[in-house]
């Protein structure tokens, strides 16, 4: 059975920081790059950040970049999201995924690509909520 479990969300004041971590289990999560989707409440989903399966290249959208980190740790089937100076419009979801681009699982959309490129996942996690606010 394919799981990907987020944990780490929750309440937080704006400029505040969360960690998020994303354990996977089912697959073989060294074949697959991992991004991190989130949606606001009332809006579409958005990309955030993507991890190749190796971890060698990290990929982050305009609102995440400078402020978020993604990581991984392939031994402990685990990676995460290391958010700081959050503010409400960070509030939503966050989901993580195993994307495929093509026939490749294990790269990831370019911070350029059509928002729908990054909605395109092998499996989905079930989210956990972030909500900024004071």
């Known amino acids: 059975q394919v799981q990907l479990v987020e944990s780490g969300g929750g309440l937080v004041q704006p400029g505040g920081s969360l960690r998020l971590s994303c354990v996977t289990s089912g697959f073989t999560l060294n074949t697959y790059a991992i991004a991190w989707i989130r949606q606001a409440p009332g809006k579409e989903r958005e990309g955030v950040s993507c991890?190749?399966?190796?971890?060698?290249?990290?990929t982050y959208t305009d609102s995440a970049k400078g402020r978020f980190i993604i990581s991984r740790d392939n031994a402990k089937n685990t990676v995460y999201l290391h958010m700081n100076t959050l503010n409400p419009e960070d509030t939503g979801i966050y989901f993580c995924v195993a994307p495929r681009v093509g026939r490749v699982t294990g790269l990831c959309p370019s911070r350029s690509s059509p928002v729908r490129l990054w909605l395109i996942g092998d499996y989905w996690g079930q989210g956990t909520q972030v909500t900024v606010s004071s």
């Open positions: 991890i190749s399966s190796s971890g060698n290249s990290t």
